[in-house]
């Protein structure tokens, strides 16, 4: 086998730990759409963050894996600050 592919195929433990990093993300994204005052506002970025992880299911490499978890993090605390200065979340 090539050795490049073995390099990056998951281990187990892997998988777990990047599913288990993948969820937190949803989560923190689910808890900061929670606090907008506009239900249709709330609802059109709640399609947006399943839409964002649905394209993202299928991938397997360990390196787009960290890279798209990296890309998520730094949208969720974008969406956060944007959300802030447009004063649309709740207190």
Do not use: C, P
């Amino acid at each position: 086998m090539n050795r490049r592919f073995q390099d990056n195929t998951l281990s187990l433990f892997h998988k777990f730990i990047r599913r288990q990093r993948t969820l937190s993300l949803y989560r923190q994204f689910f808890r900061l759409i929670r606090k907008i005052d506009n239900d249709q506002q709330r609802q059109e970025i709640r399609v947006w963050i399943r839409e964002e992880f649905r394209k993202m299911k299928h991938i397997t490499d360990k390196e787009l894996i960290d890279m798209n978890l990296t890309r998520g993090n730094d949208a969720l605390r974008d969406l956060e600050k944007f959300l802030r200065h447009a004063h649309v979340l709740k207190d």
